[in-house]
DNA sequence: CGCGTTTGACCTGCGC
DNA sequence: GCGCAGGTCAAACGCG
Protein backbone atom coordinates (compact mmCIF):
# COMPACT_ATOMS: atom_id res chain seq x y z
CA UNK A 1 0.00 0.00 0.00
CA UNK A 2 1.58 3.37 -1.18
CA UNK A 3 0.05 5.74 1.86
CA UNK A 4 2.19 8.19 0.10
CA UNK A 5 -0.40 8.19 -3.02
CA UNK A 6 -3.78 8.25 -0.57
CA UNK A 7 -2.54 11.32 1.31
CA UNK A 8 -1.11 13.03 -2.13
CA UNK A 9 -4.68 12.32 -3.57
CA UNK A 10 -6.41 15.61 -4.86
CA UNK A 11 -9.55 14.00 -4.27
CA UNK A 12 -8.83 13.55 -0.12
CA UNK A 13 -7.46 17.41 -0.23
CA UNK A 14 -11.03 18.50 0.16
CA UNK A 15 -9.80 21.74 -1.34
CA UNK A 16 -7.72 23.15 1.79
CA UNK A 17 -6.84 26.16 -0.09
CA UNK A 18 -10.41 27.51 0.92
CA UNK A 19 -9.61 31.14 2.50
CA UNK A 20 -5.77 31.15 1.93
CA UNK A 21 -4.41 34.94 2.06
CA UNK A 22 -2.81 33.76 -1.34
CA UNK A 23 -4.30 35.85 -3.65
CA UNK A 24 -4.42 39.71 -3.77
CA UNK A 25 -7.18 40.34 -1.11
CA UNK A 26 -9.96 42.01 -1.92
CA UNK A 27 -10.65 45.60 -1.41
CA UNK A 28 -13.50 46.08 0.84
CA UNK A 29 -14.57 49.15 3.18
CA UNK A 30 -14.78 47.42 6.12
CA UNK A 31 -10.69 46.69 6.75
CA UNK A 32 -11.67 45.54 10.58
CA UNK A 33 -14.22 43.36 9.38
CA UNK A 34 -11.59 42.01 6.81
CA UNK A 35 -9.03 41.32 9.17
CA UNK A 36 -11.38 39.53 12.03
CA UNK A 37 -12.53 37.61 9.01
CA UNK A 38 -9.21 36.73 7.51
CA UNK A 39 -8.07 35.64 11.12
CA UNK A 40 -10.75 33.41 11.29
CA UNK A 41 -9.99 31.39 8.10
CA UNK A 42 -6.69 31.22 9.01
CA UNK A 43 -8.01 30.03 12.13
CA UNK A 44 -9.96 27.44 9.81
CA UNK A 45 -6.96 26.39 7.48
CA UNK A 46 -4.78 25.93 10.65
CA UNK A 47 -7.82 23.37 11.79
CA UNK A 48 -8.47 22.05 8.72
CA UNK A 49 -4.51 21.04 7.99
CA UNK A 50 -4.09 19.98 11.57
CA UNK A 51 -7.29 17.55 10.85
CA UNK A 52 -5.68 16.63 7.50
CA UNK A 53 -2.65 15.30 9.28
CA UNK A 54 -4.38 13.43 11.60
CA UNK A 55 -6.60 12.18 9.14
CA UNK A 56 -3.09 11.06 6.73
CA UNK A 57 -2.01 9.25 10.99
CA UNK A 58 -4.99 7.39 11.13
CA UNK A 59 -4.69 6.77 7.23
CA UNK A 60 -1.50 5.48 7.61
CA UNK A 61 -2.28 3.37 10.46
CA UNK A 62 -5.37 1.70 8.60
CA UNK A 63 -2.77 1.09 5.80
CA UNK A 64 -0.64 -0.66 8.33
CA UNK A 65 -3.32 -2.60 9.36
CA UNK A 66 -4.00 -3.76 5.88
CA UNK A 67 -0.84 -4.83 4.77
CA UNK A 68 -0.61 -6.88 8.21
CA UNK A 69 -3.68 -8.13 7.75
CA UNK A 70 -3.17 -9.19 3.85
CA UNK A 71 0.45 -10.65 5.13
CA UNK A 72 -1.40 -12.61 7.87
CA UNK A 73 -4.36 -13.63 4.92
CA UNK A 74 -1.65 -15.30 2.74
CA UNK A 75 0.54 -16.81 5.18
CA UNK A 76 -3.27 -18.85 6.31
CA UNK A 77 -3.38 -19.44 3.29
CA UNK A 78 -0.37 -20.95 2.91
CA UNK A 79 -0.88 -23.26 5.99
CA UNK A 80 -4.65 -24.40 4.52
CA UNK A 81 -3.05 -25.53 1.10
CA UNK A 82 -0.21 -27.35 2.90
CA UNK A 83 -3.09 -28.46 5.38
CA UNK A 84 -5.56 -29.67 2.53
CA UNK A 85 -2.70 -30.95 0.24
CA UNK A 86 -1.52 -33.28 3.08
CA UNK A 87 -4.96 -34.64 4.04
CA UNK A 88 -5.30 -35.15 0.27
CA UNK A 89 -2.33 -37.33 0.21
CA UNK A 90 -3.50 -39.22 3.50
CA UNK A 91 -7.03 -39.66 2.24
CA UNK A 92 -6.01 -41.04 -1.00
CA UNK A 93 -3.83 -43.53 1.36
CA UNK A 94 -6.61 -44.54 3.15
CA UNK A 95 -8.67 -45.08 0.84
CA UNK A 96 -6.51 -46.93 -1.25
CA UNK A 97 -5.99 -49.40 1.34
CA UNK A 98 -10.38 -49.30 2.30
CA UNK A 99 -11.66 -49.61 -1.25
CA UNK A 100 -10.49 -53.18 -2.02
CA UNK A 101 -12.76 -54.18 0.62
CA UNK A 102 -15.44 -53.53 -0.98
CA UNK A 103 -16.64 -50.59 1.58
CA UNK A 104 -19.16 -48.38 -0.04
CA UNK A 105 -21.69 -51.03 -1.38
CA UNK A 106 -24.46 -50.09 1.32
CA UNK A 107 -24.62 -46.11 -0.04
CA UNK A 108 -25.60 -46.84 -3.52
CA UNK A 109 -28.25 -49.67 -2.60
CA UNK A 110 -31.05 -46.78 -2.69
CA UNK A 111 -30.77 -45.01 -5.71
CA UNK A 112 -33.23 -42.26 -6.99
CA UNK A 113 -34.68 -43.31 -10.50
CA UNK A 114 -34.08 -39.36 -11.53
CA UNK A 115 -30.46 -39.45 -10.31
CA UNK A 116 -29.83 -42.17 -12.97
CA UNK A 117 -31.78 -40.15 -15.88
CA UNK A 118 -29.64 -36.92 -14.44
CA UNK A 119 -26.54 -38.56 -14.93
CA UNK A 120 -27.08 -39.97 -18.13
CA UNK A 121 -25.78 -36.46 -19.16
CA UNK A 122 -22.32 -37.13 -18.55
CA UNK A 123 -20.07 -35.54 -16.82
CA UNK A 124 -16.91 -34.10 -19.77
CA UNK A 125 -13.50 -33.02 -18.11
CA UNK A 126 -14.36 -29.47 -17.06
CA UNK A 127 -12.46 -26.06 -16.24
CA UNK A 128 -11.74 -26.17 -12.35
CA UNK A 129 -14.35 -24.62 -9.81
CA UNK A 130 -11.68 -22.32 -8.79
CA UNK A 131 -12.63 -19.63 -11.74
CA UNK A 132 -14.63 -17.57 -8.89
CA UNK A 133 -14.90 -13.52 -9.20
CA UNK A 134 -16.44 -12.98 -6.34
CA UNK A 135 -15.75 -11.11 -3.16
CA UNK A 136 -13.36 -11.22 -0.50
CA UNK A 137 -13.58 -14.67 -0.74
CA UNK A 138 -10.79 -17.78 -0.74
CA UNK A 139 -11.66 -21.42 -2.21
CA UNK A 140 -10.82 -24.67 -0.74
CA UNK A 141 -11.18 -27.50 -2.84
CA UNK A 142 -11.55 -31.01 -1.92
CA UNK A 143 -11.21 -34.18 -4.51
CA UNK A 144 -13.93 -36.25 -2.90
CA UNK A 145 -14.15 -40.37 -3.50
CA UNK A 146 -11.03 -40.87 -5.57
CA UNK A 147 -11.62 -44.11 -6.44
CA UNK A 148 -13.11 -43.66 -8.91
CA UNK A 149 -15.82 -46.10 -9.75
CA UNK A 150 -13.69 -48.78 -10.25
CA UNK A 151 -15.50 -52.81 -9.91
CA UNK A 152 -15.13 -54.50 -6.47
CA UNK A 153 -14.29 -57.32 -7.99
CA UNK A 154 -13.45 -58.48 -11.54
CA UNK A 155 -15.47 -61.56 -11.90
CA UNK A 156 -18.69 -59.13 -11.24
CA UNK A 157 -19.61 -56.61 -14.04
CA UNK A 158 -20.04 -53.61 -13.04
CA UNK A 159 -23.57 -52.10 -12.17
CA UNK A 160 -24.18 -49.43 -14.44
CA UNK A 161 -25.96 -47.17 -11.00
CA UNK A 162 -22.97 -48.50 -8.90
CA UNK A 163 -20.82 -46.87 -11.77
CA UNK A 164 -22.64 -43.32 -11.73
CA UNK A 165 -23.21 -43.36 -8.13
CA UNK A 166 -19.28 -43.59 -7.69
CA UNK A 167 -19.03 -41.18 -10.18
CA UNK A 168 -21.21 -38.76 -8.64
CA UNK A 169 -18.98 -39.16 -5.59
CA UNK A 170 -15.76 -38.46 -7.46
CA UNK A 171 -16.81 -35.38 -8.12
CA UNK A 172 -15.49 -32.40 -7.07
CA UNK A 173 -16.67 -30.68 -3.85
CA UNK A 174 -14.97 -27.32 -3.40
CA UNK A 175 -15.98 -24.70 -0.98
CA UNK A 176 -16.00 -20.82 -1.27
CA UNK A 177 -15.66 -18.49 1.78
CA UNK A 178 -17.48 -14.89 0.42
CA UNK A 179 -17.25 -11.86 2.64
CA UNK A 180 -21.01 -10.62 2.32
CA UNK A 181 -22.93 -7.67 3.96
CA UNK A 182 -24.91 -9.20 6.97
CA UNK A 183 -27.44 -7.29 6.24
CA UNK A 184 -28.14 -8.45 3.14
CA UNK A 185 -29.68 -11.42 3.11
CA UNK A 186 -29.51 -12.64 -0.48
CA UNK A 187 -27.53 -15.68 -0.42
CA UNK A 188 -25.41 -14.95 -3.82
CA UNK A 189 -22.16 -15.94 -4.07
CA UNK A 190 -21.26 -14.45 -7.61
CA UNK A 191 -18.52 -16.60 -9.05
CA UNK A 192 -18.64 -16.38 -12.86
CA UNK A 193 -21.31 -18.91 -13.52
CA UNK A 194 -24.86 -18.88 -14.24
CA UNK A 195 -27.20 -20.58 -11.27
CA UNK A 196 -30.62 -20.98 -10.51
CA UNK A 197 -32.06 -21.41 -7.53
CA UNK A 198 -34.12 -24.71 -6.58
CA UNK A 199 -34.43 -24.62 -3.33
CA UNK A 200 -33.97 -23.37 0.18
CA UNK A 201 -34.06 -25.19 3.51
CA UNK A 202 -33.16 -24.38 7.23
CA UNK A 203 -30.59 -26.70 8.03
CA UNK A 204 -30.39 -27.87 11.92
CA UNK A 205 -26.84 -26.64 13.19
CA UNK A 206 -27.29 -22.97 11.47
CA UNK A 207 -30.16 -21.09 12.02
CA UNK A 208 -29.43 -19.58 8.48
CA UNK A 209 -31.39 -21.32 5.47
CA UNK A 210 -29.35 -22.55 3.01
CA UNK A 211 -29.97 -21.51 -0.42
CA UNK A 212 -29.64 -24.61 -3.52
CA UNK A 213 -28.57 -23.65 -6.58
CA UNK A 214 -27.60 -25.17 -10.02
CA UNK A 215 -25.70 -24.30 -13.35
CA UNK A 216 -28.27 -23.13 -15.49
CA UNK A 217 -26.51 -22.13 -18.50
CA UNK A 218 -25.73 -25.26 -20.00
CA UNK A 219 -28.86 -28.00 -19.41
CA UNK A 220 -26.22 -30.76 -19.69
CA UNK A 221 -24.18 -29.10 -16.89
CA UNK A 222 -25.16 -31.08 -13.14
CA UNK A 223 -22.99 -28.50 -11.29
CA UNK A 224 -24.88 -27.78 -7.81
CA UNK A 225 -23.95 -25.30 -4.61
CA UNK A 226 -25.23 -24.58 -2.18
CA UNK A 227 -24.87 -21.26 0.11
CA UNK A 228 -25.19 -20.52 3.57
CA UNK A 229 -24.07 -18.22 6.05
CA UNK A 230 -21.79 -19.30 8.22
CA UNK A 231 -23.24 -20.01 11.62
CA UNK A 232 -20.05 -18.01 13.46
CA UNK A 233 -19.62 -15.35 11.58
CA UNK A 234 -22.96 -14.56 9.58
CA UNK A 235 -21.43 -11.88 7.25
CA UNK A 236 -19.25 -14.94 5.57
CA UNK A 237 -21.20 -16.62 2.90
CA UNK A 238 -20.13 -20.25 2.73
CA UNK A 239 -20.45 -21.76 -1.05
CA UNK A 240 -19.64 -25.35 -1.44
CA UNK A 241 -19.58 -26.76 -4.92
CA UNK A 242 -20.19 -30.16 -6.38
CA UNK A 243 -19.30 -31.56 -9.19
CA UNK A 244 -17.22 -29.77 -12.62
CA UNK A 245 -18.74 -27.52 -14.83
CA UNK A 246 -18.60 -29.21 -18.74
CA UNK A 247 -18.74 -26.38 -20.64
CA UNK A 248 -16.63 -22.96 -20.31
CA UNK A 249 -17.11 -19.90 -17.92
CA UNK A 250 -20.04 -18.03 -19.39
CA UNK A 251 -19.22 -14.33 -20.67
CA UNK A 252 -20.27 -11.24 -18.26
CA UNK A 253 -23.38 -9.85 -19.31
CA UNK A 254 -23.51 -6.42 -18.73
CA UNK A 255 -26.86 -4.17 -18.54
CA UNK A 256 -27.57 -6.91 -21.28
CA UNK A 257 -31.46 -5.61 -20.59
CA UNK A 258 -32.06 -9.61 -19.29
CA UNK A 259 -33.89 -9.89 -16.36
CA UNK A 260 -32.36 -9.09 -12.81
CA UNK A 261 -30.22 -12.32 -11.76
CA UNK A 262 -28.80 -12.53 -8.62
CA UNK A 263 -25.45 -13.47 -9.65
CA UNK A 264 -25.19 -10.57 -12.50
CA UNK A 265 -25.99 -8.60 -9.45
CA UNK A 266 -23.03 -9.73 -7.43
CA UNK A 267 -21.05 -8.87 -10.03
CA UNK A 268 -21.55 -4.93 -10.01
CA UNK A 269 -20.88 -5.85 -6.10
CA UNK A 270 -17.41 -7.40 -6.62
CA UNK A 271 -14.89 -4.81 -6.05
CA UNK A 272 -11.77 -6.37 -7.69
CA UNK A 273 -12.94 -9.97 -8.81
CA UNK A 274 -9.94 -10.20 -11.41
CA UNK A 275 -7.55 -9.95 -8.82
CA UNK A 276 -9.47 -12.78 -6.60
CA UNK A 277 -9.65 -14.86 -9.87
CA UNK A 278 -5.43 -14.45 -9.75
CA UNK A 279 -5.53 -15.46 -6.69
CA UNK A 280 -7.61 -18.81 -7.01
CA UNK A 281 -5.77 -19.58 -10.14
CA UNK A 282 -2.52 -19.04 -8.09
CA UNK A 283 -3.77 -21.72 -5.72
CA UNK A 284 -3.60 -24.64 -8.33
CA UNK A 285 -0.06 -23.72 -9.12
CA UNK A 286 2.94 -25.88 -7.97
CA UNK A 287 3.44 -25.38 -4.31
CA UNK A 288 7.18 -24.56 -5.25
CA UNK A 289 6.47 -21.09 -6.32
CA UNK A 290 3.28 -20.48 -4.33
CA UNK A 291 5.17 -18.33 -1.36
CA UNK A 292 6.49 -16.03 -3.62
CA UNK A 293 3.81 -15.66 -6.25
CA UNK A 294 2.00 -15.28 -3.57
CA UNK A 295 3.74 -12.13 -2.20
CA UNK A 296 3.54 -11.03 -5.79
CA UNK A 297 -0.41 -11.24 -5.59
CA UNK A 298 -0.69 -9.32 -2.50
CA UNK A 299 1.28 -6.18 -3.18
CA UNK A 300 -1.49 -6.40 -6.69
CA UNK A 301 -3.85 -6.87 -4.29
CA UNK A 302 -3.19 -3.85 -2.40
CA UNK A 303 -2.19 -1.46 -5.32
CA UNK A 304 -4.90 -2.43 -7.19
CA UNK A 305 -7.19 -1.30 -4.33
CA UNK A 306 -5.57 2.03 -3.91
CA UNK A 307 -6.18 2.90 -7.47
CA UNK A 308 -9.84 1.51 -7.49
CA UNK A 309 -11.71 4.39 -7.99
CA UNK A 310 -14.64 3.09 -6.08
CA UNK A 311 -11.94 2.21 -3.24
CA UNK A 312 -10.96 5.73 -2.97
CA UNK A 313 -14.77 7.40 -2.98
CA UNK A 314 -15.90 4.88 -0.48
CA UNK A 315 -12.66 6.44 1.78
CA UNK A 316 -13.58 9.99 0.56
CA UNK A 317 -16.84 9.45 1.27
CA UNK A 318 -16.42 7.79 5.05
CA UNK A 319 -13.74 10.91 5.58
CA UNK A 320 -15.94 13.21 5.15
CA UNK A 321 -18.55 11.84 7.25
CA UNK A 322 -15.62 12.36 9.76
CA UNK A 323 -14.33 15.49 8.99
CA UNK A 324 -17.42 18.29 9.01
CA UNK A 325 -17.54 20.34 5.60
CA UNK A 326 -19.43 23.46 6.49
C1' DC B 1 -45.52 -13.95 -21.69
C1' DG B 2 -41.33 -16.01 -20.32
C1' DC B 3 -38.18 -16.81 -16.90
C1' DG B 4 -36.44 -16.87 -12.19
C1' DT B 5 -37.67 -17.19 -7.28
C1' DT B 6 -40.35 -18.82 -3.44
C1' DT B 7 -42.02 -22.28 -0.57
C1' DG B 8 -44.61 -26.24 1.01
C1' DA B 9 -44.65 -31.01 0.05
C1' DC B 10 -42.35 -34.97 -1.00
C1' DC B 11 -38.26 -38.10 -1.43
C1' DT B 12 -34.10 -40.23 0.24
C1' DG B 13 -30.40 -41.53 3.35
C1' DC B 14 -29.15 -42.70 7.79
C1' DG B 15 -29.10 -43.61 12.73
C1' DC B 16 -31.45 -45.82 16.39
C1' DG C 1 -39.59 -49.91 11.04
C1' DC C 2 -39.57 -45.27 12.50
C1' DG C 3 -38.25 -40.66 12.81
C1' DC C 4 -35.24 -37.01 11.63
C1' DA C 5 -32.76 -34.07 8.59
C1' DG C 6 -31.01 -32.87 4.16
C1' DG C 7 -32.08 -32.53 -0.64
C1' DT C 8 -35.30 -31.91 -4.54
C1' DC C 9 -39.62 -31.03 -6.96
C1' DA C 10 -43.09 -28.26 -8.83
C1' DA C 11 -47.00 -25.12 -8.57
C1' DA C 12 -47.70 -20.44 -7.49
C1' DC C 13 -46.08 -16.07 -7.74
C1' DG C 14 -43.49 -11.91 -9.16
C1' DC C 15 -40.95 -9.14 -12.22
C1' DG C 16 -39.38 -7.07 -16.51
Given at each position: ?101 GGSAASATRKRARSDSLD ?32 TSIHEPCNSKRVRADEAK ?157
Amino acid sequence: MDEQWMIGQTSLSLSLNVGGPRGPPPVTRDLVEEDFMSSMKNHEVVALEAELRRVGEENRRLSDMLRALVAKYADLQGKVSGMMAAASAANNHHQSSTTSEGGSAASATRKRARSDSLDTAGRNPSPPLAAAGSSGCFAVSVTVGPDQAECTSIHEPCNSKRVRADEAKASRVSKLYVHADPSDLSLVVKDGYQWRKYGQKVTKDNPCPRAYFRCSFAPSCQVKKKVQRSAEDKAVLVATYDGDHNHAQPPKQQGSGSRKSGDAAAVRASPAPVLVQQLQRKQEASTADQVADRKNLVEQMAATLTRDPGFKAALVSALSGRIPVA
